[in-house]
């Protein structure tokens, strides 16, 4: 009787895992039947892109204080400005959108706290110096000039470079090479033994720095580094991502690279949080091994009763999910790290092709 059982299990394992997703394999929408039916795998996604895209609609229609709406927008108005041969009239059918998340938002006394908000000022005053007449933007550029009054009265003479489009050459050029490049990108390996030394605040946050710069859609940023080293909390939240068991106890620091599915509109873009947060945590990783630091790159699987354990844990919002976690610290340099051969370029890339 017995071996009966364990054949039903067995089999019914199989018929869930093989025999039945070969059955609505044939198009997406048997696809997202079977996973309506058979499978929750997705559910925990889906409600957080609905969430955030609810959460971010309802802060544009009825606060009109969307943060990463204005953003998004004064990047679409900077990218027109740098355009080979920029029309006089353009962002016709944003830039009302735009000011009122601008109004909503800004103020005299952010600017001075906040570069972001002088990148927004500089932007969308130069846009309206350059365009031509047009009904919308007169509107709108009469609303610029009576809601930034105060400010350009207070603004001193100064000849301090603004925060809008400029030539590179402007600016110093990177003296890296790229044989330096190189070898810090072989030198720098995912470290998981540490010396038993603080990691400095200090030295995290200029890894940060350099991580920020990284490309990310729009310039909207849609990730935070949730950093933890006290005791207590390292010791809960170490042991939450799999993959770290045998040298957990030894971790000085961790961060989660947390993304935030409210700085999006539409389901298309619910991938890019994994985009944008993944290229800043790269070169947050670089930027730590010029410090003297190191890291270990931990992988967050999409796992049910780990991320309500993570939600829980973290506090986290139902929009919010989080990317990776990364641990920080000074490496034993007594001890070995994986050689991780890599594949051969001809493995991984092609041309035209």
Known sequence: MKKILIKIYKFQIRFRTQILPKLFVFNPFLSSLYYLLFSNQFKREQHAVLKGKMKHLKDLKFHKNNIYTLIRNVHRVEKGLIMKERRLIFAVDFISETMDAFIALWSVEKISKNAQYQWFYDVLNEYFEVTGSHKVIDSERARFKEHTKKYIEKKSNNNTIKNSPYRRHLKVESKISYDQ?????????????????????????????AAKQSPSACNRQPFKFRIFD?????????????????????IPMMIAVVGNLDAYFDERDRHIIYIDGSLASMTFMYALETLGLSSCAINWPDIEHLEKKMEMTLKLEKHERVIMWIAVGHPDLDLKVAYSGKREISDIRTYNK
């Open 181 to 209: 490049f190189y070898d810090l990108t072989v030198y720098r390996r995912s470290v998981r033994w540490f010396l038993d030394k603080k990691v400095s605040h200090d030295l995290v946050d200029k890894a940060i720095l």
């Open 230 to 250: 006290d005791p207590i909390l390292l010791k809960e939240v170490a042991n939450l991502p799999m993959g770290v068991k045998g040298y957990v106890e030894g």
